[in-house]
């Protein structure tokens, strides 16, 4: 089992070497990139149903014992969301690799795509498993790293702008991550999360509380918590469509994550936490009236992303048991939700040539498939029932309603939020799929890798975005389950005693 | 100029001149960063890495005091541990510097200068205030094109005037 839990990290990297020796060699790429991530699914799979089963599941790197050496950790949550996340990259990457031959031809290798998209996916599955607060700075530079070069391929004006603000941003926000360590370090004299939990509690409360916030706004820039949230919109929409989908549905929930983690294990509270309300309610209404006046399709999406990360964050603040369980089963929705929709958007892009809102129209007849496609995740994603967002919306307002009067209030907020979403969304409708038919635009940049105006989609890609839209669909069947599930890991975060002992062993204690 | 101060088990010196050092790094940094020329940010980045890395440095205690066994007893040895963080961390931020130079780089042969540009929706609010020129619902495309105009030559005069 301990063997299981290095494989979801290695497997992606020794796949990335693979293909860049097989730079060459397209048809290898993609069947090396597939049969990966697909293993990687059965493994997070496996590592699931284990750690439900037994409890949280341990490696000690290297043979020393935490907390010297580097422990690997998969408990309820973690493997959740590894497993969600691999499906999702999986599902994108067969995308990518069908547009690619739609415009292409099946001949052509590309010596960045594969790799890069392999790193990223072993930076995540690092993110998930890592019990080290360092090696968790090391696999967000690795996942960044590889979104870097991803944002930034076959470059145009346009995209080297939006590069240079995802780049510095990331870079500054990395740089504030280490920062924290050092001072966390200098303090406790630990990085193990587990060892670190012990000790932290023992500081002044003011130190604590600045080490606290401190990685609030490290993780804060990267999940993009208004007011930290003002370079996503401007960078997302700039990627190319698979891509955008692929850091629309992982990047902020990896970070959102890593909150999640560090502040129950390390700041533990008693009662909802006032400060990170406030910010939820900035976050979902910040974000929600932005998609409202947006004309550009994919930037409508990145603002509904922002609005959806503060209704995690309303789970977190409400800091019980529920509402974190809510706070994981909205994270693993909104990963298959968010990442379908850019999806959904790059074919209407393909199709009608312009991510312009008011120049398309007429897309339920042309195209009724994709009118499907879109309807099921943006229903899903505005929260109606029977979809997996309400299950996830109606976890997070019982939390709410049960924590106290202030989260009460924030619970309205929600529902609001929600009603906003859907109003945007139903704005896309009408101007997308309703209305008079428009001839597609032909394309105005020959340059850059994005080919529009063209019904020349290849069926695989409708699949693969079909697939994701299954994903969510199972999400919302097996809401009972998965509920459940969510619970007992929302109570192992707010209650870590069974993850401090089998990372520590008999030390947890101290 | 060192004092003493106790955290937690075991008392930590900080020599203040090394946390001065820091804090002057960390207020350059950030000074370039806000800059808008790609170098400008490179080098923010660059100088911001150093003071990151020293501070993690100092988390392993005061300078000369190498951890070689053999040398001296454990006892007066700096902790080793923070400095193989800042030796994989100055190998993470070296790489993106680089990274960083081959964009600026890619920025000057497409658009002929390095500077960050405005945001197009920023520049439309922007506009929404002027009276002058009022925003047509419907007309997004057409003034994000114009808006793209307005940034050339905004960054045109920027360039003549520095």
């Known amino acids: 089992m301990t063997t299981v839990l290095t494989l979801p990290v290695l497997l992606p990297m020794l796949g990335a070497a693979v293909t860049v020796l097989g730079s060459r060699r397209a048809a290898l790429q993609r069947v090396v990139g597939v049969v990966v991530l697909s293993v990687v699914a059965v493994l997070a799979g496996v590592l699931l149903v284990v750690a439900d089963e037994r409890g949280p599941i341990v490696t000690q790197l290297g043979g020393w014992a935490a907390p010297v050496g580097i422990a690997l950790v998969a408990d309820r949550l973690s493997a959740l969301l590894l497993l969600v996340s691999t499906l999702v990259t999986l599902a994108v990457l067969v995308y990518a690799i069908d547009q690619r031959i739609a415009d292409y031809g099946r001949g052509t290798a590309s010596t960045t795509f594969h790799p890069m998209y392999l790193m990223l996916c072993a930076g995540v599955s690092l993110a998930y498993l890592t019990g080290d607060l360092f090696t968790l700075f090391v696999a967000f530079e690795l996942m960044l790293t590889a979104s870097y070069v991803l944002i930034t391929r076959r470059t145009n004006a346009s995209r080297i702008r939006a590069g240079m603000t995802y780049v510095t941003v990331s870079l500054l926000s990395s740089l504030l991550f280490l920062t924290a360590i050092a001072l966390i370090y200098a303090a406790t004299g630990t990085v193990n999360l587990a060892d670190l939990a012990g000790r932290i509690g023992t500081l002044p409360s003011g130190l604590r509380s600045v080490l606290g916030l401190m990685l609030l706004v490290v993780f804060g820039i990267k999940a993009a918590i208004v007011p930290l949230h003002f370079w996503l919109p401007d960078s997302y929409p700039n990627a190319p469509g698979p891509v955008a989908a692929l850091f629309a549905g992982l990047l902020t929930k990896v970070s959102f994550y890593a909150l999640l983690r560090t502040q129950t294990l390390l700041f533990t509270r008693d009662e909802p936490w006032t400060l990170l309300l406030v910010l939820a309610v900035a976050t979902m209404l910040v974000g929600a009236l932005g998609a409202l006046v947006q004309n550009d399709l994919n930037r409508l999406l990145s603002f509904l992303l922002v609005s959806h990360i503060g209704f995690m964050l309303f789970g977190l603040a409400v800091f019980d048991a529920a509402g974190v369980a809510g706070a994981a089963l909205y994270a693993a929705h909104h990963i298959t939700v968010l990442a379908t929709l850019f999806l959904v958007s790059g074919l209407i892009t393909r199709r009608t040539g312009t991510v312009a809102l008011d120049r398309m129209g007429g897309l339920a007849r042309s195209a009724p498939w994709l009118a499907v496609l879109f309807a099921i995740p943006a229903l899903t994603l505005a929260g109606m029932p029977p979809t997996a967002g309400f299950v996830a919306k109606l976890a997070l307002l019982e939390a709410g309603a049960a924590a106290g009067v202030d989260t009460r209030i924030v619970a309205g907020v929600v529902i609001m939020a929600s009603l906003l979403t859907l109003y945007a969304l139903v704005r896309v409708w009408v101007r997308v799929f309703w209305g008079k038919p428009c001839a597609p635009l032909p394309d105005e940049d020959d340059a850059d890798e994005v080919v529009v105006g063209t019904a020349r989609s290849s069926v695989p890609m409708y699949v693969a975005t079909g697939l994701l839209v299954a994903v969510s669909l199972a999400i919302a069947v097996f809401a009972g389950p998965l509920t459940a599930l969510t619970a007992r890991a929302g109570a192992d975060l707010v209650d870590p005693v069974s993850y401090r002992t089998a990372v520590l062993g008999g030390r947890a204690s101290r | ?162």
């Open chain 2, 1 to 162: 100029m060192t004092m003493t101060m106790t955290v937690t088990m075991n008392p930590v010196t900080i020599n203040v001149v090394m946390a001065l050092t820091v804090g002057v790094l960390y207020a350059v940094g950030f000074t370039l960063l806000l800059s808008r020329s790609l170098m400008r940010v490179l080098i923010g980045v660059v100088v911001l890495g150093h003071g990151t890395n020293l501070l993690l440095q100092l988390a392993g205690g005061p300078p000369a005091r190498p951890p070689i066994v053999g040398t001296a007893p454990p006892e007066s040895f700096a902790d080793p541990l923070p400095q193989a963080l800042a030796l994989t961390a100055i190998v993470i931020t070296f790489a993106l510097t680089t990274f960083l130079l081959a964009l600026g780089y890619r920025a000057f042969v497409l658009v002929g200068h390095d500077e960050v540009q405005d945001d197009v929706e920023d520049r439309r609010i922007a506009r929404q205030k002027v009276p002058s020129a009022p925003l047509e619902a419907g007309d997004g495309e057409e003034d994000v094109e114009g808006a793209d105009d307005e940034v050339e030559a905004a960054a045109a005069r920027g360039r003549d005037g520095s």
